[in-house]
């Protein structure tokens, strides 16, 4: 029988009982309809997994009674993080929830020459914190335990900039017409983050991919047929995953 989990910030401690923020109880009690006394488990999003039972207060409030508590070990051992040209909606979506099952560690999102998503001030943060919610919608189905960040929005030329000032930069970007793929390139040592550049709906502009390979990234294509942006990223992490990561 497979156990309900949610997400619930926190130091967890052995025997303690926390009260669920009225989000999760909701979710347990009316979408989930759990019952008092049931199983389940909790992730703090850092690590940590609780096991337990559920303690129904009132029609909309519940407790979480802490029985066991273990740290996770299913993150993948290759650093990925997956920088995104912003795609319109759902496309964006899918590859935000993907990228998380297929074990990325953070996601930068960035405006691109060809982005035809507009976002201004207050509405970046509101978009990035609904990619979050996604990101640990993700995180409860999957099994992980530790939640990837959204990184702050970012334009192509800030990111290319930062990414440039460290010297240790290990990065692949995606180019339909490079001669260049997976199977040439070597791993980078252990932990180093590999920076994987995917570009928007209509890719990234010829301009962009030579700006990524002079600031020290390697332009990789995945085959003869050009994917889609919302199944490039996913695409080239479970790549990795098979050449260098946990999956066999």
């Given amino acids: 029988m497979r156990i309900s989990r949610l997400f619930l910030e926190g130091d967890y401690q052995a025997n303690q009982t926390i009260a669920l923020p009225k989000e999760q109880a909701h979710y347990a009690l009316t979408v989930l309809r759990l019952k008092n006394d049931y199983l389940i488990e909790t992730f703090n999003g850092k690590g940590l997994l609780a096991r337990g039972k559920l303690i129904v207060t009132s029609r909309?409030?519940?407790?979480?009674?802490?029985?066991?508590?273990?740290?996770?070990?299913?993150?993948?051992?290759?650093?990925?993080?997956?920088?995104?040209?912003?795609?319109?909606?759902?496309?964006m979506d899918y590859s935000i929830q993907k990228a998380v099952e297929l074990g990325v560690t953070a996601i930068q999102p960035i405006f691109t020459e060809r982005c035809d998503v507009k976002l201004k001030d207050d509405k970046l943060e509101k978009r990035r914190n609904q990619w979050q919610a996604m990101v640990i919608n993700a995180c409860e189905q999957s099994g992980r335990n530790v939640v990837p960040e959204i990184l702050p929005i970012k334009t192509y030329q800030a990111w290319l900039t930062e990414a440039q000032s460290?010297?240790?930069?290990?990065?692949?970007?995606?180019?339909?017409?490079?001669?260049?793929?997976?199977?040439?390139?070597?791993?980078?040592?252990?932990?180093?983050?590999?920076?994987?550049?995917?570009?928007?709906?209509?890719?990234?502009?010829?301009?962009?991919?030579?700006?990524?390979?002079?600031?020290g990234l390697?332009?990789?294509?995945?085959?003869?047929?050009?994917?889609?942006?919302?199944?490039?990223?996913?695409?080239?992490?479970?790549?990795?995953?098979?050449?260098?990561?946990?999956?066999?």
Avoid: C
């Fill in 218 to 248: 390697t332009a990789i294509q995945l085959g003869p047929r050009i994917l889609r942006t919302e199944t490039a990223g996913p695409a080239v992490l479970a790549i990795l995953q098979s050449l260098w990561g946990d999956f066999s």
């Fill in 60 to 91: 909309r409030t519940a407790d979480f009674a802490i029985e066991t508590i273990e740290e996770s070990h299913n993150e993948s051992p290759i650093n990925t993080v997956l920088v995104q040209g912003i795609s319109k909606g759902d496309r």
């Fill in 166 to 215: 460290n010297e240790n930069l290990f990065g692949l970007v995606l180019d339909p017409y490079s001669s260049m793929n997976l199977t040439n390139i070597t791993p980078p040592q252990t932990n180093t983050p590999i920076q994987l550049l995917i570009g928007p709906e209509g890719g990234l502009s010829e301009n962009e991919v030579e700006q990524a390979k002079h600031a």
